[in-house]
């Protein structure tokens, strides 16, 4: 056992200030809670959550010790990709609320030191906004060219073999026009044609007119698909595992099946990045983009979205949630991520509203409320001390686990076309548990919601856990309080150990001037595990790793933080051991 004055000494010299980093870069090494705002908290009644659900919990997010919020798509939408369809890049949809509700709930963001991230969604529309409706009726309009059309083959097929990520054709033959026209997404969501000026600025214009009225910067939905090949090349056959990157929707999607070469990540893209920078920043240097990408290999390619002053701030993907259920994988890709990164930043997600929960994703060996419960900490310990910051999905802060809907419950267009292969997106956007003894959990008056709230998620509610000095959600508190006494860990390096010391996952943090470092260790497995070093604990909220002058020992699903000595062997047995 460690003497506690070690300890104590440890967390001081830990303590002290990190090199000042421009504020600017109040985005790097963040931690943002992502809302789902239809699931999160309703507040007129309707079944739906809204913006003033948002502002009656305002105080439970500051509490959190977060850094920033993320709100899902508020824009006017027909819903029918539940607010990724957008048909007003520039209005609330009033199922969310109004523009008022909107500036008070940044006022009261700002008010508590919460930064406030808004989605917005680049790269296509919904088919009732007006460009479209314009864009479709003729091939000589103004707007005939901001969207993407292409004529058909000879045989009147569509012009190439791309799929969409919902499965199917990627083309939809309209009429009015004797042409297809292209949707990477749903038939309802046709793409953007960014290479035209006018297009692009009018959607720059979109996204000005919210960072003007405090919005702090863009989740940018999909920018693997802000542009595609010109010559409308096919896609060759994926050879190989179709596992090895991140791709939904289940083993028998097609899109599986296809090498993306052309219809994503391709060379126009930076192009389009790097207007958005610079049109919107130059006067707003502390606005900050951060992009979703995945379909690709993200581990390799984030640097080129993200390298440099001139593109995204930061990336994050999706292959920390699909590799997770091998941890030899998960490392692998955690070192590849260090390699490649260079001058980039990603931030780490383990859950987002298009995944499922990461403690029934990512730990399926977890059985058992106990066991779930240490998962689920396991979990938000290695994305708060990772390199990079991240996303936490709401409810993660609870351990929620995936829920089962029935098939009449589903309302998500993905599941519902592949179904049974694939389950959709719905389990995971389940309304919020505020309280276990109310109605619908406390999350709406509504007879019903717009999904049903699991009855094994009321056991795990917000007002059961608040009281629990054991629970997911203190820890969460306590380790983002943690957090923020080491504030190193936002700016600082990042090396991660071999894969041989599976099912241990190690990896040193180091401060960008040298002067600290600590390394963390995180035990995935159900057995006790040994990790040899030579060290000091380090004082850790919920840590109940022990460590002796060979190293740390790891009860199941432990984790630890530790400093690492050069002293000799017998030196450092006396320093350890009491």
């Known amino acids: 056992m460690i003497e506690r004055s070690d300890t104590l000494l440890a967390e001081a010299l830990l303590a002290e200030p990190e090199p000042q980093i421009s504020k600017h870069d109040w985005w790097r090494g963040a931690i943002f809670y992502q809302i789902y705002l239809r699931s999160f908290r ?16 305002l105080d439970y997010l500051q509490e959190l010790g977060i850094d920033g919020i993320w709100l899902s ?36 963001s700002h008010h508590r030191g919460l930064r406030v991230l808004a989605d917005f969604i680049p790269c296509h529309t919904s088919e009732e906004h007006r460009w479209f409706q314009e864009s479709r009726s003729s091939r000589d309009g103004d707007k005939a060219d901001w969207y993407v ?10 012009p190439n073999n791309w799929l969409s990520s919902f499965g199917g054709t990627a083309w939809t033959w309209e009429p009015r026009r004797s042409q297809y026209y292209y949707h990477p997404f749903l038939a309802c969501q046709p793409a953007l044609n960014l290479r035209n000026e006018d297009t692009l600025q009018a959607v720059i214009d979109a996204m000005a007119y919210w960072r003007d009225i405090g919005i702090d910067g863009f989740r940018l939905d999909a920018v693997q698909c802000l542009c595609w090949d010109k010559a409308l090349r096919s896609n060759p056959a994926r ?69 440099g002053n001139n593109r995204l701030h930061a990336v994050y993907d999706f292959d920390l949630i699909h590799k997770g259920q091998s941890i030899q994988r998960w490392i692998e890709t955690l070192r590849v991520r260090t390699s490649f990164i260079k001058s980039g930043w990603m931030m780490n997600v383990m859950t987002n509203h298009d995944s499922e929960r990461a403690v029934s994703n990512l730990t399926s060996f977890a059985q058992g409320a106990k066991e779930r419960s240490e998962a689920a900490k396991l979990l938000l310990f290695l994305q708060a001390t990772l390199k990079g ?14 829920p089962h809907l029935d098939k009449d419950d589903l309302q998500d267009p993905w599941g519902i076309n592949l179904y049974p292969d694939f389950a959709g997106r719905d389990g995971v956007r389940t309304p919020f548990p505020w309280s276990s003894k109310s109605k619908n959990g406390g999350f709406t008056e509504a007879e019903k919601p717009w999904l049903p709230v699991p009855r094994d998620h009321l056991d795990l509610a917000a007002d059961r856990q608040v009281e629990d000095p054991s629970s997911v959600l203190s820890f969460f508190k306590d380790l983002q ?41 995180a035990n995935f497995s159900r057995e006790v595990r040994f990790f040899p070093c030579r060290g000091s604990l380090v004082s850790f909220p919920h840590s109940s790793a022990t460590m002796d002058c060979k190293g740390v020992h790891l009860p199941p699903l432990a984790f630890a933080a530790l400093t690492v000595s050069r002293a000799s062997d017998d030196t450092q047995c006396a320093a350890n051991t009491s």
Do not use: C
């Not at 824009?75 to 949809?93: E, H, N, T």
């Not at 910051?389 to 929620?400: D, S």
């Not at 390096?493 to 600290?516: M, N």
């Open 42 to 57: 309703d507040s007129d009644g309707d079944g739906v959550g809204d913006l003033r659900g948002v502002i009656e919990k």
């Open 73 to 108: 798509p508020f824009y006017l939408s027909p819903q029918q990709d539940f607010g990724y369809d957008v048909s007003d890049m520039r209005a609330i949809d009033p199922l969310f609320g109004t523009l008022e509700d909107l500036l008070e709930l940044i006022e009261g």
């Open 149 to 158: 059309w292409a004529d058909a083959a000879p045989d009147g097929t569509a």
């Open 239 to 307: 050879l190989g595992n179709h596992d090895d990157i991140a791709l939904g929707g289940g083993p028998n999607n097609p899109f599986a099946s296809q090498d993306h070469l052309f219809d994503r990540d391709v060379p126009d893209s930076m192009v389009v990045i790097e207007r958005l920078r610079k049109e919107l920043t130059k006067d707003h240097p502390e606005f900050a983009l951060i992009g979703e990408l995945t379909d690709i290999d993200t581990s390799r390619l984030a640097v080129k979205y993200t390298g």
């Open 389 to 402: 910051g991240g996303f936490v999905f709401q409810g993660e802060e609870l351990g929620l686990p995936q």
């Open 481 to 521: 309080a943690w957090r923020r006494r080491n504030p190193f860990l936002r700016h600082g390096t990042e090396v991660i150990h071999s894969a041989d010391t599976v099912p241990v996952i190690a990896f040193d943090r180091r401060a960008l001037d040298g002067s600290k470092s600590l390394t963390f260790v």
